[in-house]
């Protein structure tokens, strides 16, 4: 996980503006969370029990990052009259807005406040590239022509396609229709979603877990843009005969981080305390339909440098909520036909979660979807779904297509629901792990398509195989052990072997596959292990059966 204070430390430092007038909102940066009466020994006094378990199950400690602001300093925030929009617990900050320029320098006078970053609000709306760059055929009109074609579970009407495309039709098949998973949308509004006959099963059986709105605080999710309801119902869609989603018997929030009429760099910070509130409910799942590039106040907009994977707000966001046990699913935006940026943007860019391309109905990438790589060097997108003329619903109780990322990334994030369902004692890593090893082309990836559009069932027998794996002493040797520039495997089975290097961070570094003899020798000599940092790395040996992990030194 790409995510350290420093890094932090340094966004504030260089992104913070000169003092000025306060027109709008402000981000607040606290000093500490010293006094505070949480701590890391009574999570359930801020996580919900549901949170608490999946940090158990993975392994995961609850650290001073997962603790709230203190109450204090947000009271001494409020007190000097500014108004509190959202607080992060994940970076220890708290947007508001105030149009006082004595109410700000207030809140700087006060002895926990480390900074104040000034997040202008554009005067007019403006065109929102991510959104714009989409289409949606007839909001108000039902696709033309039906699809007639079934599954043994369902008859998925429109939606056929965008499912049997990632052979998802077989683990509805078999009953994993995504019960028990709880899966976080993070959008710009759900007009229609409260209403349509398209989720009733989903109310009826209480599967909307809740709404909350942190561009408006307080308000309703239910009332403006449409874009957050034909996202949802890719996946929690039910009416046989005219859609099915991926993910129909899954349990939803519906949260609303994104103001569909401004571009605004505060958005990012929403999205941020979005990925809080999904994580602290114990959500499994969260889709991201959005990306950020441009901003109307150009201080703010991001380069392609920014696309590291350590850099922009939204992105460290998404990797701190995959640290904590969450599998993030980002679309990756629909730029690649802008000759000046045709790359991915913010959050998709990170580096621990599924960044979803768009392919149309055979299977052939959409000129519009985002390409890669990200500026330091790593494939994305991660993998590929329909997104070019998906089946979504329209306002009118009917279905439509749409075309953009935006439908491909929860087209995916349903049949990862179903996925992890059925194998719910591993980690997010492990289940993204063998959604990419089913894909198409993943063992040769690139920067249009990833590793191609992956196969579900393939997926699930990927996992089931791993379950029967058994780790072994022996089954090779490796030397030099410390070694500097290569080195070389010794195998006491002959057979298919593969291995990969695992930094101490859990990241695999280098990965190949390679036959050999009993007692054969592979030499490991390869400029890409040669140019590694020096230190201690993971060397996991795996011939399908059997598996060995060893301690190795790159000196």
Known sequence: MKQTVATLILFFVFRILPAQIAPYCYYVQ?????????????????????????????????????????????????????????????????????????????????????????????????????????????????????????????????????????????????????????????????????????????????????????????????????????????????????????????????????????????????????????DSVGADIINSSLGYITFNNQNFSHTYKDMDGNTCISTVAADIAASKGIIVVNSAGNSGNNHNFPWIGAPADADSILTVGAVDSSGRRASFSSKGPTYDGRIKPVIMAQGAKATVANLNGGTTTAS??????????????????????????????????????????????????????????????????TEIKGLATIYPNPFTDFFSIKVKKEGSFSFELISMTGKTVYKQKFNSARYGVFNVNNPQVSKLPAGIYMLKIDNGNQFQTIKIVKQ
């Open 404 to 469: 953009g990322t935006s439908f491909s990334s929860p087209i995916i994030a349903g049949m990862t629901a179903c996925l992890w369902q059925n194998h719910k004692e591993l980690n997010n890593m492990e289940i993204i792990d063998a959604i990419i090893e089913s894909a198409s082309h993943h063992e040769t990836p690139d920067n249009m398509t990833g590793y191609g559009i992956p196969d579900y069932v393939k997926a699930n027998k990927i996992l089931h195989d791993r379950k029967n794996h």
């Open 30 to 278: 606290f000093t500490d969370k010293n006094n505070s009466p949480y701590s890391v020994e009574q999570p359930q006094m801020f996580l919900t029990q549901r949170a608490i378990e999946r940090r158990q199950k993975q392994n995961i400690p609850v650290t001073e990052n997962d603790l709230p602001v203190n109450p204090q300093y947000i009271q001494g925030v409020a007190e000097t009259g500014a108004k509190i929009i959202n607080p992060t617990r994940w970076l220890n900050g708290v947007t508001v807005y105030t149009t006082d320029s004595n109410v700000l320098n207030a809140i700087r006078a006060l002895p926990y406040v480390k900074s104040t970053l000034f997040l202008p609000h554009p005067k007019t709306k403006i065109k929102k590239e991510y959104f714009e760059n989409e289409s949606v055929e007839n909001r108000g009109a039902p696709t033309a022509e039906k699809n007639l074609k079934n599954g043994n579970s369902f008859d998925y009407g429109f939606a056929y396609n965008q499912i049997k495309q990632i052979n998802g039709i077989g683990l509805h098949d078999i009953n994993l229709k995504g019960q028990g998973m709880v899966i976080a949308i993070l959008d710009a509004g759900f007009i229609g979603a409260d209403t349509m006959s398209m989720f009733d099963s989903l109310w009826a059986n209480n599967r909307i877990l809740g709404t909350k709105d942190f561009v408006n605080p307080g308000g309703s999710v239910f009332n403006v843009m449409t874009h957050g309801m034909e996202v949802l119902s890719t996946m929690g869609a039910n009416i046989p005969g005219l859609m099915t989603g991926t993910a129909p018997q899954a349990s939803y929030w519906l949260l609303k981080t994104e103001n569909g009429y401004y571009e605004n760099v505060i958005e990012e910070y929403n999205w941020l305390s979005g990925a809080e509130f999904a």
